[in-house]
């Protein structure tokens, strides 16, 4: 019994874990995180922390900030409607923040706000967006 060949071929068979990279680059994609202030349990520094979590696990996996979008949130000043991964033209990973304004003040408007945003910036023009409960996705995922 060649135990080597018996534990390469284990590996092997779980190559599909590493090719799905779980929570990875492409789970990440196109992802625009919504930010919904009028949830009953909104909490400045909660939700600021959830935010940090976002940028922190999309810098981990390459992602830079675009248009000085902000790594940390502030909590005592939370402002932020959203955050959206994407791919920009050049084919870098990157991510943008909202603020908040009349356009983006349900997620349905936050929604459209980003589809526009994408037509002009993201590689594949917004056509797989994934408009996501940040706060939801945060506690699930990370």
């Not at 959203?82 to 870098?92: I, K, M, P, S, V």
Request: proline residues 2%; hydrophobic residues 35%; glycine residues 8%.
């Amino acid at each position: 019994m060649d135990i080597r060949k018996i534990i390469r071929e284990e590996l092997d068979d779980l190559q599909w874990i590493r090719d799905t990279e779980p929570l990875g680059v492409d789970f990440m994609l196109n992802k625009a995180f919504y930010f919904d202030t009028g949830r009953e349990d909104f909490d400045d520094d909660i939700y600021a922390g959830h935010y940090n979590k976002l940028t922190k696990r999309l810098i981990n996996l390459g992602f830079g900030s675009k248009y000085s979008s902000p790594i940390e949130a502030n909590p005592f000043d939370f402002s932020i409607a959203g955050l959206y991964a994407f791919r920009d033209h050049d084919e870098d990973l990157v991510f943008v923040y909202t603020g908040i304004d009349e356009d983006t003040e349900t997620i349905e408007g936050y929604g459209e706000h980003i589809k526009e945003f994408a037509l002009g910036e993201s590689e594949d023009r917004g056509r797989n967006i994934e408009v996501v409960d940040a706060i939801d996705f945060v506690q699930t995922y990370l």
